[in-house]
């Protein structure tokens, strides 16, 4: 498959950067170097209404924003936005540009969530806080001044497979969420996607680094077949919030991304699939770099606005 001349030009520099893989890292080296990439693969962080950081119930610690633009009286729409980082990596910081973006893209409020990460906290401990944080967000419109009736989850990588999870568990409990954002979703932990074989070297994210990354996530090999921790394998898809579903081709991911896209549309949800052919895994978040980025962020956030429409 044919890369876009963007990725060439920085797969090019991460070569000759020569930096170690994050698979051969224990995971505190591994999220050093991880937030070092930040300044040269992200844009300036763009002006918002406002921004604060506060921790609720659980002691998680959460980023709200408000879309420049936007009332301050408002009760504005929310998206709930878990970051990736395989469960291991990221945190408000490394996705404040993203949730930026996407709140003044879609003129609306994202509280961007700072889950518990492994190893040192095992699966479902992200799952648990990603749903206690929907859980707050809609049962605190006037705290935070948003519409309870228009909030959405989303997220990419770990994030998308916590928001996924979260979407099915909303409607177990009989919420009604807007939309679900799905940015390269990991959906079946079980690493059994020709994608997993086909994206083996050469990429930031390959097959050894979702192994890695699995690894330090899961308690048990078991986990893999727990819907929480692999959506794909939920009874039903039916019934969960309209998604957007966002894959990149060159990225082991790719595959189970297609499969939950199509699964949410058999199942009668309605879906908005957006196939980047010549993308690889993260390239939301590598805007400075990589123009589709700006294409990626502009649709989500129009997917946003019409479903809040």
Known sequence: MTLDPDVTVLLDLIKSAGRPALDSLPPPEARVAFAAGRPILQPDPAEVAS?????????????????????????????????????VLGDLDSHDVLCRRIANDAGCAVMSVHYRLAPEHKFPAAYDDAIAAM?????????????????????????????AAAALAARDSGIELTHQVLIYPATDLAMGTASY????????LVARTMEWFIGHYLRAEVDKLNWRASPLRAGTLAGTAPAIVVIAAHDPLCDEGLAYAKRLELEG????????????????????????????IRMIANSLRASWS
Request: aromatic share 10%; proline share 5%.
């Open 51 to 87: 921004v604060r950081d506060f921790t609720i119930p659980g002691d998680i610690p959460v980023r709200f924003y408000r879309g420049i633009g936007t009332d301050t009286d408002a009760k504005l729409p929310c998206l709930v936005y878990y970051h990736g980082g395989g469960w």
């Open 197 to 204: 074989r086909r994206v083996t070297e050469g990429f930031p």
């Open 135 to 163: 859980h707050f967000a809609i049962a605190h419109p006037d705290q935070l001044s948003i519409d309870s009736a228009k909030v959405a989850v989303g997220g990419d990588s770990a994030g998308g497979n916590l928001a």
């Open 269 to 296: 949800v309605l879906v908005e699939s957006l196939y980047f052919s010549g993308q690889l895994h993260g390239f939301i978040s590598m805007g400075r770099m990589l123009r589709a980025s700006d294409t990626a």
